[in-house]
């Protein structure tokens, strides 16, 4: 069901010709109201995309009627005239809709229209497929069409990703994209979150940044972070209902855990999903700057990939930040397993059982009570064989 | 000639029996004087090696009249035995040494000698081997000796490292191992300078300094930062000779340069080399810290690895700093072709030559008049393969 769960939302996903082998690659997601709602965070790349650049600038209002979003081409690092195709992409999109009829309670414009693009960075969009294709999603735009839309907007990805949580008398749904160039700031994804509860662009915006915060911020495959990360949050009031922030945050957390849980699983080329949870940290700050760079460590994501519960090279990993502890204090897990304890040799590693998808690593810092989870994936020769046989 | 290229020198490499393959394994090198001076750069990871935390302690005063090296473990993360087994095979070279004659110009004591580990993290030393290997390596003390050495040292290393260069009277030799977990601060290695110049420990250690600063900590092949890393220069004053410090440091530079390179071209795995120079930053800070994120970006090293151009992921590294750039500024040549531009698409990307192990990558932040270069490697199945199929 994906973006169109929440009453008040359409969506179409077609294949425009973006993509060379013919696959879906333009999806759009309209806001049917009453309300038009929205709230949005980017990526912390300093080189950010055109669309990134567009759809920051039209958030500033708090309010969006529709998303575009095409797979095929990033256009990142793409100059003025990649702009100026971003901008004539939500121009079409706004004109089209009104053409349509598609004109809910006010018409489109424009600059109510947020673009979000996903592909290769540095080539130019080819406008003359993208913009016809633009027609041809209006005139399939359907409160069942979520899940086409979820398929459009596939890149690398093995699976289209989507979820839905449902409360007393309103909903969240949302779909993402992503597999690869998955780091934090966001995680390199394109997401579009729908909700029919009756809620201000405010309300919307500090759910979403408690939620990015903890749960797509905190996925990290390959330490590489992208261009064009888009996490989108749209409200149409159309359940007539108002829950209040806590519950209605944490359906927006649920969906966004679940959603970040899905990129993990479909990374490129891994065979493990590693879980990293520090704990006894003196301040989640610390426990996230450790958990990110065992997590970025080529050496152990190698080992975890041969089933070998490596406790040496975490310690290696936690070494290198700044965060409080001991090195004679330090204590790891692996699969339940305390292999390391008090910085040395701990249980008997043979005892680990490795055998299963999902590794989890614990990292005991015994310098304070904050924790933080970091996910991420084993680096396998199927990764570099997809990051290195064709440009991506 | 390695280590006993430059006069005053001894050294030996055997097999203890520390590696379970039987190959090399021990490595000795004596300082016969007259001079004993000693300098020494150590890993900044925070979790250190007993060795490394002994050598440390030893170097407080200037003064190293042998270096003892092991490969086939590490001897970290080992708790107090790990430190107590370090402490005694100092002991046995001191007592080794004198009993057998070699006792030089005063003698050996166990706090002038240095012990340096390499090898698997986590787990003791044979000491019942290790022990005997003392007497056998003092045994075969030679000033031929130093190629024995480079070679005792080795671990995944597929080539043994050493370098001399001779200037007027004076000579400055070295051996080096390392070929993975290669990150600044130290690159991950062990190596041993020795100089027949007559200098003090304060001119040797500003020399290592400096060189080192320029040349392994600019060598970054995975990211992964070492628990072992030791770089020891012995000044034995046998030539008699006291160079000015220009001319001495830009002998060690030299031969520091030429075993970082050896590093890199040995790196497990890599079929490329990649070197990574940033010019026009603000400060050489912003450069080295560009140059690093571009040299550990997964997805750009498995691109180099199929031979593909692929500056976006340059960008895309870059825009994670916090250098001073603009975005639209930014220019990117690949083995000399500007394939970015002004943040942009620049010239065709086809006229790239990727042929060739070397891979020359400039990027241009267009903020300033700073350079500096580090050398990093591709990402291939290879490493992924080496890393994977057995601890290390």
């Known amino acids: 069901m994906s973006v169109t769960a929440a009453k008040g939302f359409t969506a179409a996903g077609i294949a425009a010709g973006i993509k060379e082998n013919g696959n879906p690659d333009l999806a759009l997601v309209v806001n049917d109201g009453p309300r038009r709602a929205a709230a949005g965070v980017f990526t912390s790349n300093r080189v950010k995309a055109a669309p990134v650049l567009w759809s920051e600038q039209v958030l500033g209002g708090g309010e969006l009627t529709a998303v575009v979003l095409n797979s095929g081409g990033a256009n990142a690092c793409t100059g003025p005239k990649g702009f100026q195709d971003t901008h004539a992409t939500a121009e079409k999109v706004a004109e089209s809709l009104n053409t349509a009829g598609h004109d809910g309670t006010g018409g489109h414009a424009p600059g109510h229209v947020a673009v979000c693009s996903t592909g290769l960075i540095g080539v130019l969009l080819p406008m003359d497929k993208l913009l016809p294709g633009v027609d041809r999603a209006v005139a399939q735009l359907s409160p069942h069409g979520g899940e086409k839309a979820a398929i459009a907007i596939k890149t690398t990805?093995?699976?289209?990703?989507?979820?839905?949580?449902?409360?007393?008398?309103?909903?969240?749904?949302?779909?993402?994209?992503?597999?690869?160039?998955?780091?934090?700031?966001?995680?390199?994804?394109?997401?579009?979150?729908?909700?029919?509860?009756?809620?201000?662009?405010?309300?919307?915006?500090?759910?979403?940044?408690?939620?990015?915060?903890?749960?797509?911020?905190?996925?990290?495959?390959?330490?590489?972070?992208?261009?064009?990360?888009?996490?989108?949050?749209?409200?149409?009031?159309?359940?007539?209902?108002?829950?209040?922030?806590?519950?209605?945050?944490?359906?927006?957390?649920?969906?966004?855990?679940?959603?970040?849980?899905?990129?993990?699983?479909?990374?490129?080329?891994?065979?493990?999903?590693?879980?990293?949870?520090?704990?006894?940290?003196?301040?989640?700050?610390?426990?996230?700057?450790?958990?990110?760079?065992?997590?970025?460590?080529?050496?152990?994501?190698?080992?975890?990939?041969?089933?070998?519960?490596?406790?040496?090279?975490?310690?290696?990993?936690?070494?290198?930040?700044?965060?409080?502890?001991?090195?004679?204090?330090?204590?790891?897990?692996?699969?339940?397993?305390?292999?390391?304890?008090?910085?040395s040799v701990g249980e008997d590693r043979d005892l680990v059982d490795m055998r299963y998808r999902e590794v989890h690593i614990v990292a005991d810092l015994a310098a304070g009570t904050e924790t933080a989870t970091i996910w991420t994936n084993d680096l396998t020769a199927d990764y570099v064989h997809e990051n290195s046989a064709y440009s991506s």
């Not at 999903?273 to 610390?286: C, F, K, M, T, W």
């Open 157 to 343: 990805d093995t699976v289209h990703k989507t979820c839905v949580v449902t409360r007393d008398g309103w909903t969240v749904g949302g779909m993402a994209k992503g597999a690869g160039m998955l780091a934090p700031g966001l995680a390199t994804m394109l997401v579009v979150l729908t909700t029919d509860a009756d809620l201000d662009s405010g309300v919307l915006d500090r759910a979403l940044r408690a939620a990015t915060r903890v749960t797509f911020d905190r996925v990290d495959s390959d330490g590489c972070m992208s261009t064009n990360d888009t996490v989108l949050l749209l409200a149409s009031g159309a359940s007539g209902v108002t829950p209040g922030y806590e519950e209605f945050a944490e359906a927006v957390r649920a969906v966004c855990d679940d959603l970040g849980q899905q990129l993990i699983r479909d990374a490129e080329g891994a065979s493990k999903d590693i879980r990293v949870e520090v704990v006894n940290a003196a301040s989640e700050q610390d426990a996230v700057q450790v958990g990110r760079s065992i997590a970025r460590n080529n050496l152990l994501k190698c080992a975890i990939h041969g089933e070998d519960p490596n406790w040496g090279r975490v310690l290696s990993a936690i070494g290198t930040t700044g965060a409080a502890f001991e090195p004679d204090q330090l204590n790891v897990a692996i699969n339940g397993v305390w292999v390391c304890k008090n910085g």
